[in-house]
T-cell receptor
Framework: ETGVTQSPTHLIKTRGQQVTLRCSSQSGHNTVSWYQQALGQGPQFIFQYYREEENGRGNFPPRFSGLQFPNYSSELNVNALELDDSALYLC?????????????FGQGTRLTVV | KQEVTQIPAALSVPEGENLVLNCSFTDSAIYNLQWFRQDPGKGLTSLLLIQSSQREQTSGRLNASLDKSSGRSTLYIAASQPGDSATYLCAALSYNTDKLIFGTGTRLQVFP
């Protein structure tokens, strides 16, 4: 167990809807990164939050947005869901931004868009 | 732009074999390279992390090496067991982005 928890574990949404995924970081970690993993692919970086500020973003449209709270937990919001958004969404926490030695991942949220 | 490639995409071996998984990256300007294990539908479990200044790391039956100059890393699994069956992912932490760039993984099946 890494101490990183994600909720919910599974989710089914309809195209056009909005979804919020949640991540609680490991105790003492102030950085959370979000990744999208399509079936059969490696995880793709969405964005990172460090001390409640966005600290880098991957090649994802603005309808993917996030938030980090004072306790360093984080949310990923996706608006206007598309079928291609179906994927495993992974959250990773670490201590500090930049070249932090090790990221610890949660178990992921499986999102299915129908 | 950093690109990470893993070969082979899939591997099926009998129990007890020693095996090597390969990872290559295009930009040698990395802080570290990390190997993960992923069980079907699950999150990532960190196996080994090699800093850019290191050549290898070992944990139990696992040994990972890093050759920055050639842009390659290998994960060696000794005496494979059915419980090793999973997808193995490598990821490079690049200077340019400060973010992990993942390969597409090697899906390993070890049969009794």
């Amino acid at each position: 167990e890494t101490g990183v928890t994600q909720s919910p574990t599974h989710l089914i949404k309809t195209r056009g809807q909005q979804v919020t995924l949640r991540c609680s970081s490991q105790s003492g970690h102030n950085t959370v990164s979000w990744y999208q993993q399509a079936l059969g692919q490696g995880p793709q970086f969405i964005f990172q939050y460090y001390r409640e500020e966005e600290n880098g973003r991957g090649n994802f449209p603005p309808r993917f947005s996030g938030l980090q709270f004072p306790n360093y937990s984080s949310e990923l919001n996706v608006n206007a869901l598309e079928l291609d958004d179906s994927a495993l969404y992974l959250c990773a926490s670490s201590l500090g931004a930049g070249p932090e030695p090790e990221a610890f991942f949660g178990q992921g949220t499986r999102l299915t868009v129908v | 732009k950093q690109e990470v490639t893993q070969i082979p995409a899939a591997l099926s071996v009998p129990e007890g074999e020693n095996l090597v998984l390969n990872c290559s990256f295009t930009d040698s300007a990395i802080y570290n390279l990390q190997w993960f294990r992923q069980d079907p539908g699950k999150g990532l479990t960190s196996l080994l992390l090699i800093q850019s200044s290191q050549r290898e790391q070992t944990s139990g039956r696992l040994n990972a090496s890093l050759d920055k100059s050639s842009g390659r890393s290998t994960l060696y699994i000794a005496a494979s067991q059915p419980g090793d069956s999973a997808t193995y992912l490598c990821a490079a932490l690049s200077y340019n982005t400060d973010k992990l760039i993942f390969g597409t993984g090697t899906r390993l099946q070890v049969f009794p």
